[in-house]
């Protein structure tokens, strides 16, 4: 797990899940969020299990010190071990990690895919453009929708 810490927009903590097993993609996407300052800590792993683990404090992540409830989950599909799609059914169907908001980000522009992640509630579906400068803008328009803009029910958390 990897992780760095930077201030939000509006000044509060909030803890980004980011699961993506692609190293290029997670970098750009947390150098993106860095450049920005639109995330206070960013945890990022890099399979489904691990996910899980760290959501339902398991094994490594047992103690919630070391795995603070993240106020958004960044979720890339195809991953090792355990799939996008199983994390998110489990998310879902788990008390206390229900209402997580959960934005898939992923390559698949697959029909089955996208309708998949909304069946299990997914908040958000996005598919990582190929081209960098469009990877560049879709993430620092993520950050200020999701990490900026957006109202969650948790308190000091709101812009």
Do not use: C
């Amino acid at each position: 797990m990897s992780q760095f810490e930077t201030k939000t927009m509006n000044g509060n903590a909030l803890n980004i899940l980011f699961v993506e097993d692609n190293p290029d993609h997670a970098e750009l996407v947390m150098r993106s969020f860095q450049d920005h300052r639109v995330a206070n800590t960013i945890h990022h792993l890099t399979d489904g299990e691990a996910a899980l683990d760290y959501l339902l404090r398991r094994n490594a992540y047992s103690d919630p010190q070391k795995s603070p409830r993240p106020h958004v989950v960044l979720l890339d599909l195809r991953l090792p071990k355990v799939d996008g799609l199983e994390v998110l059914k489990v998310i879902r169907s788990s008390q206390g990690l229900e209402k997580i908001p959960v934005v898939v980000l992923t390559t698949s522009h697959a029909e089955l895919d996208v309708g998949k992640a909304y069946e299990y509630h997914a908040n958000s579906y996005l598919v990582k453009p190929l081209d960098f400068e469009k990877f560049t803008n879709l993430m620092d328009d993520l950050g200020f929708y999701w990490l900026g803009w957006n109202h969650y029910p948790w308190p000091g958390t709101s812009s």
